[in-house]
């Protein structure tokens, strides 16, 4: 196979792999290849995948054959992220077609990997390398208004369902100097709103300091106007963050917090350890140094065993809280993990019902959220145009879409005064600065 000249990247799954797919590309940037507009006019195809849910490994082999050009012919394959790192050598077993198999934590390798390919030699890489990809990546390009910055990668908690601890490894943090370089990199290619990334990116920590040292130095950087941060564990809530949503006026009011279920029997279960009441007291706390934050959430319904009544108190739980919005899913059981040889694993029927149960009282709330700030006058990030004439889309700050109508240009943040609301967006009308 000839070295391949350009490439794409497909991203699937969690914001980490949106970010981990654009470092890829960089990479291979500075490496002298191009970017295609899509994958069929690529030499060279890389599947970022994610392993966390359902029949994701499946997934990818599907995607794979579907590759196959109509001449026969195949681009180079690199099968990346976390069924990567989960399945290693048995990919190119099982699908020929595959070049390259390279893990979440050796992807700075990927142009080796290419040019060992090339030269028809074995190219798989699922090492956890002691040595950071960080330092091994070249700069950032221009990435858009809103950009991600991996901070903290990897997990400890061990919750009894997840891959994540097996795929992507122990929990490391970025150094903070390294994190603040990049930072000040991205707003200069234009970014106005870094979301810090990480499994568990309030277990951010460099020596004494914690994720809220991190984000108060970003807020520093003057062209930055907002920070978010996304996703954290209820136990790693430090006094420092949430006295941040009081104090750091870039910090936007906005908390993605997994709870996963409102029983405390299934808690214990997911090793989770923490309790409902615990993480609605935080939600008290929070709200303290906060009142307008809006909630988010993780929810798995039909963990083994869960029983209906178990299933009401995380319904409970989600009126108590009044999630803005939330993510919900049905229990997955991931090979190797301990909770995939639980006894009583529920069937899908059971699942399905409970999911919609559950997908309806988040609707709801979020469409009473979004019913609530009609008539709020606010700041909208302004991202990309909209489909009508003249309608741009952007995000409130509470991380809602806002569609408008105005002349400014993406990255703009103008005021604006909320007037409509969906189940999923909520309607602005630009406010027009009176005449002097
Ligand atoms: N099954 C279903 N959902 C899962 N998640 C993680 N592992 C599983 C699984 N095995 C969900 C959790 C987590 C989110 C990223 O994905 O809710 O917070
Ligand atoms: Fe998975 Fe639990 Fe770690 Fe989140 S905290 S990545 S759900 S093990």
Redesign the pocket.
């Known amino acids: 196979m000839s070295a391949p000249h350009s490439f794409h990247v497909k991203s699937f799954g969690?914001q980490m792999n949106v970010y981990d797919g654009q470092r890829m590309a960089e990479l291979l940037e500075a490496d002298g290849l191009t970017a295609a507009a899509d994958a069929d006019a690529a030499d060279l195809v890389v599947l970022n995948t994610c392993h966390?849910?359902?029949k994701a490994a499946e997934k990818v082999y599907s995607d794979i054959g579907r590759l196959k050009r109509e001449d026969g012919s195949s681009p180079m394959i690199a099968v990346a992220g976390c069924v990567a790192q989960a399945e290693g050598a048995e990919i190119p077993r099982r699908a020929r077609a595959v070049d390259i198999v390279v893990g979440p934590q050796a992807y700075h390798r990927l142009p080796a990997l290419v040019a060992a390919a090339a030269r028809g030699e074995s190219a798989i890489d699922t090492d956890m390398p002691a040595e950071s990809k960080f330092a091994a990546l070249p700069g950032r390009r221009r990435v858009g208004p809103s950009a991600f910055l991996t901070v903290q990668e990897g997990c400890d908690k061990f919750?009894t369902?997840?891959?994540?601890p097996y795929t992507r490894g122990a929990e490391i943090s970025r150094p903070f100097a390294a994190v603040l370089d990049e930072a000040k990199a991205l707003a200069d290619t234009g970014a106005r709103e870094i979301s810090l990334l990480g499994q568990n990116v309030n277990a951010w920590g460099d020596g004494d300091r914690g994720l809220h040292d991190l984000i108060e130095a970003i807020a520093l950087i003057p062209s930055i106007a907002r920070i978010r941060y996304t996703?954290s564990h209820p136990n790693d809530m430090a006094e420092g963050l949430i006295a941040a949503h009081r104090d750091v006026e870039k910090l936007m009011p906005f908390l993605h917090l997994?709870v996963?279920s409102g029983s405390d029997r299934v808690l214990k279960a997911m090793n989770r350890s923490h309790d409902a009441a615990a993480y609605l007291r935080l939600i008290e706390r929070v709200r303290a140094a906060r009142p307008d934050i809006a909630i988010s959430?993780?929810?798995?319904v039909g963990?083994p065993g869960e029983t209906e009544a178990e299933f009401a108190q995380t319904l409970a739980l989600v009126e108590a809280v009044g999630h803005a919005q939330a993510?919900?899913?049905?229990?997955?059981?991931?090979p190797g993990?301990p909770?995939?040889t639980m006894a009583d694993q529920l069937p899908a029927a059971v699942m399905d019902e409970r999911l919609q149960r559950l997908q309806a009282l988040l609707n709801a709330q979020q469409h009473a959220f979004n019913r609530a700030s009609v008539g709020r006058r606010t700041e909208v990030l302004i991202e990309r145009t909209g489909k009508l004439p003249g309608q741009k889309l952007g995000k409130s700050p509470w991380l809602q879409s806002v569609h408008l109508q105005t002349e400014a240009a993406i990255g703009d943040i103008v005021a604006v005064d909320i007037v409509t609301a969906g189940p999923n967006s909520v309607g602005g009308a630009e406010v027009v600065k009176a005449a002097a």
Do not use: N
Request: net charge positive; aromatic share 22%; glycine share 4%.
């Open positions: 969690c966390i849910r359902e919750c369902y997840c891959v994540v996703t997994p996963q959430g993780d929810f798995i963990f993510f919900s899913f049905k229990y997955s059981p991931r993990t909770a995939a």
